[in-house]
């Protein structure tokens, strides 16, 4: 199997800065496609940023200029840069990765998600 742990969301006035990581682990013979969602009370999840095995990235338009994304794949690792926050950034961040996995002489690909890291903004 494949886990996602958040780490590094919490609680900044606005204006401040935040810096989440993802680390994915198990059974995993590659990653393709990383990326960043959010949920607010009340609305539906969100894309705020992704990017791909090679590094092209994508950034909702809310938070373009602001939050970077990038990752490390020798770590399996994806990061999010926040800067600027503003409250209406205040959500749970989720974590997604679409891992390829090698079983029994066959490919799968699926996506998995982390259970999220709360991110509070103040004003």
């Known amino acids: 199997q494949v886990q996602l742990v958040e780490s590094g969301g919490g609680l900044v006035q606005a204006g401040g800065s935040l810096r989440l990581s993802c680390a994915a682990s198990g059974t995993i013979f590659s990653i393709n496609d990383m990326g960043w969602y959010r949920q607010a009370p009340g609305k539906q999840r969100e894309l705020v940023a992704a990017?791909?095995?090679?590094?092209?990235?994508e950034y909702a338009d809310s938070v373009k200029g602001r939050f970077t994304v990038s990752r490390d794949n020798a770590k399996n690792t994806v990061y999010l840069q926040m800067n600027s926050l503003k409250p209406e950034d205040t959500a749970v961040y989720y974590c997604?990765?679409?891992?390829?996995?090698?079983?029994?002489?066959?490919?799968?690909?699926?996506?998995?998600w982390g259970k999220g890291t709360l991110v509070t903004v103040s004003s």
């Open positions: 990017i791909t095995s090679g590094g092209s990235t």
């Open positions: 997604n990765a679409n891992v390829q996995r090698y079983s029994g002489g066959y490919y799968y690909s699926s996506d998995y």
